[in-house]
């Protein structure tokens, strides 16, 4: 197969394969920057002015709704597609004018890629070949990714008599066989029931650690990455929106929109009043709720973002705007939707408070000052 064709066809591609040769190999990995990288395909731009340092030993996600351009992003790191502008510099290495395979960077697509004629063992060998490696070695080496992953014992099997999860981790062990600096992931447990796909989560973090891989990891699942990642990037329009820890992601999100994709909460917007340093939402039935004015926010688009533990909910002996829409034990923790007209609030209580509330009656809400953010809109 010509280097070029491999490349063409991202189906195709037997990941892996296009790396450089032993001399580079290297298992311990090191940074990776990103500058100012703009992608288009023709009039459409995937990726604008992207900036992103990653730490060695990061596990990243890379979470964003379809068509945000996760992958277009990770094409352009392994050198698939060649950016209008920017650096990436890998390893303190200008890689941008290297070709894939001298980027020492593995990669597991979303479906695998694997050859169905080969041999699981051959498939994974296959990502050696094209490196000045003795025949002894490829094997050794295709032996000790496939123990990694804990598929030794199934090195004679073709790909079609493997599980889903199984097929996805001679993927993975065929991605790290030559130890790449880094491991870049696409969706790689998409096609996997809920059941395997928590336990793929585990297993691919557990890797990851152990190897002392840096990683970057698409999804569109906020919970697999929150799961997984060490810092997740949020990507919109070709945009990266915000880039934080799980938790900061959660706790303080950047805009209104990165909250609403997240749902970190209850969003809040409307008439507003300025009192003190305060913006104050006024919602019907005279119930306010607060937040301090955040510098240079527009106030016309900007929402409150109030997180449903953050409500306070009282049944109401009188009829009230607001009534218990449903209720639902979530742990410790209760889970309440209330509405009003066409508003519906979510809260979070102590699951001991069950008793108090009846569905479908009144109840009356307020939250503490200061319990909401102000964040901006569009
Ligand atoms: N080969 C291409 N030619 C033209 N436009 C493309 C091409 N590949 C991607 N795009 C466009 O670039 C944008 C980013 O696409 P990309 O595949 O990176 O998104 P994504 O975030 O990976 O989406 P998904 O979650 O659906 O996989 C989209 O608007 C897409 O339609
Ligand atoms: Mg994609």
Known sequence: MSEKNMFDDQGQVPEGCWQHSATELRSAPDMLRIEQLSLRYGDVVALDNIKLEVGANEFIALLGPSGCGKTSLLRVIAGLNVPQD???????????????????????????????????????????????????????????????????????????ALSGGQQQRVALARAIAFEPSLLLLDEPLGALDKQLRTRMQFELKELQRSLGITAMFVTHDQDEAVAMADRIVVMRDGKIQQIATPSELFSMPATAWVAE?????????????????????????????????????????????????????????????????????NGMALDLVIACGELQFRAQLPVGRAAEFVTGAPVRLTAAPDAGTWLPGD
Not at 104 to 110: A, C, K, L, M
Not at 139 to 159: G, H, N, Q
Not at 278 to 302: M, Y
């Open 86 to 160: 920017g650096r990436i510099v890998l390893n303190g290495k200008d890689v941008a004018n290297l070709p894939p395979r001298h980027r020492n960077i593995g990669i597991v697509f979303q479906n695998y890629a694997l050859f169905p004629h080969m041999t699981v063992r051959q498939n994974v060998a296959f990502g050696l070949e094209c490196r000045r490696l003795t025949k002894p070695e490829i094997s050794t080496r295709a032996m000790a990714a496939l123990e990694k992953v804990r598929l030794a014992e199934l090195a004679d099997r073709r790909p079609k």
């Open 261 to 329: 994709f997240i749902d970190a909460g209850n969003l809040l917007s409307g008439s507003t009043r300025v009192e003190g340093g305060k913006w104050i939402v006024q919602l019907p039935g005279g119930v306010e709720i607060e937040g301090a004015a955040p510098d240079g926010v527009d106030r016309e688009t900007a929402k409150l973002l109030l997180p449903a533990h953050s409500l306070e909910v009282f049944p109401s002996k009188e009829d009230s705007a607001y009534r218990l829409v449903s209720m639902r034990p």
